[in-house]
């Protein structure tokens, strides 16, 4: 089927397990707690997938999983761990893996070699009720490790860069005299090493105050601070680009006041610093006067306003010297009372309360698309993903051309603890889950145009979609039904009961993609109590070419 996209669109055939029509594999023995899909590995010199790998809890295990291409795991690793130990990140420099799992003021850090083999492995301490960060570095084989530091009765953090071996370049350490500080995001590149933190007068308040922290990345000096309160806004990057020249381009979302947790923002900003902190460039465009007024040029009909939020998973800087933002719009909701506290009080509102949060349990669960610890008997919050946003500024920052993309809208549900998080962290956890729809783009051959691929398996009509971003072209969106994953067979062709859970996308080599399912389904027969619940990740490619 040829597109208007210039490349043949992948075709998801009916996923069946029996399917001849699919060539499958197939990871067994999967627990959905720690799970977050399969990540690509990709060369940062050539920007080519050349492997994938996933990591998730096993019985008492952390289990790591290295495939190649063809999604053969050459290696399986596991590290057995306690019950109530989180298996918090895994991540990727560009030329090791760290894998983190921590409890109770202690963590332990392993790297992972290209070829699956163990580096090293350290315990680390930290304090406080935070948990530990860990972010790679873009020039080198390292890490920059986030430690939680509580000293009396304030809170701050210590940051250190070190290698694949845990070996210290830098160390740096921020506890304030009084109030908390806490880092929401890293980003480094180019010699810089940017750090985006919240200070607040004690743990939990309403107000906090941000700030975007420079260090030289090779020594760990402390450049410059900048405030990202104004008196009037706080305007915080979801995205940031360090360019050639050490200049620091970063675009997000502004909101009135210093609230931590914003349900809604006022527009996007786009801002250019020095290498040592002065503003060169600041542009901020309002939703109503900027956005909106922009779409109407385009003749789009669909509208957006202050309900919205945005979190940009792009900035890419053109041959023109402007920037291309690609967003992800979204609304954010609180979650009620638990249901312990509702069914306390008199008349329906208890009993709507206990039933609002067990839908919610229900939903989340049968979807796999939540954060933290899915109990029937709390509230979640939610945010609802909407449609993609794409923008495009010159070289002053002004607006050239916004661009909206509909899509069908899907829902995330938070539950304790990360529903006391707010803002930039929470979009960074709901990112490294990969649950925002967005997935990766990848390039038309011989051109710089870009093809968005995004997820919608959560939608109510689940399809992969794909759309090319070019100036001046109204973007086509092209629809790829996701087939429903009905569970395994067994050795009389019974059906095994199986839950759809998790499913996403992620780039592969040269002209295919990834698709993988994660099913839920229980191992043990009926009427035994405390049934072990496992599960499998189902995958296989599918071709993306000219």
Known sequence: MKTNLFFVLFVLSPFFLYSQEIEYKKIQGVEKKGFKGLKSIVDKTTDKVF???????????????????DLNVFKHEKIEISKNVEIDEGIYNGESFL?????????????????????????????????????????????????????KRNYGYNVQKVDSRFNVKWEKEYIPEKGYISVEAAQSGNGRFILIQRTSPKLYSKVAYAELVCFDDINGDLLFKTPLYDDEITAVPSQILI????????????????????VKSEGIFVSKLSPSGETIKYNKHTWEEGIQSQLRKTRTTTTVSGKNKVYFHKLKQNEEGGYQLIGEIFSASKGGAAVGVTANLPG??????GTQNSKNYIAATTSGRYIGK????????????QDFIIIELDSDLELEEVRKIEKEYTKIYIFPPFTFVGGLKLAKIIESYGFFDFSFTTEVAGTDEQIVVYNAAYAKHPHVGAFKIAKGVTPVVEKIEFKELKGDSDRKGNKKSGKEGQAGIAKSVDGQML????????????????????????????????
Do not use: W
């Open 374 to 385: 899915a109990k029937s008997s709390q509230a979640a919050s939610s945010i609802t993903t």
């Open 348 to 353: 329906v509102f208890g009993m709507a309360g």
């Open 243 to 262: 360019d050639d020249e050490q200049n620091i381009i970063g675009a997000g979302e502004f909101f009135e006041g210093v609230k931590a947790r914003n």
């Open 99 to 151: 894998f983190l799992v921590s409890a109770d003021g202690k963590a332990n850090a392993y790297t992972y070699n290209l070829k699956g083999e163990r580096i090293l492995n350290k315990e680390l301490e930290y304090s406080g009720t935070e948990s530990i960060s860990v972010f790679p570095s873009n020039d080198e084989d390292c890490y920059y490790i986030v430690l939680p530091k509580y000293e």
């Open 515 to 546: 698709v993988y399912f994660f099913v839920k389904r229980d191992n043990k027969r009926k009427g035994k109590k405390n049934r072990k619940q496992s599960g499998a990740i189902y995958m296989y490619l599918e071709d993306v070419t000219e």
């Open 51 to 69: 492997g994938h790998y996933t990591y998730y809890r096993q019985n008492d295990s952390l289990a790591i999983d290295f495939l190649d291409v």
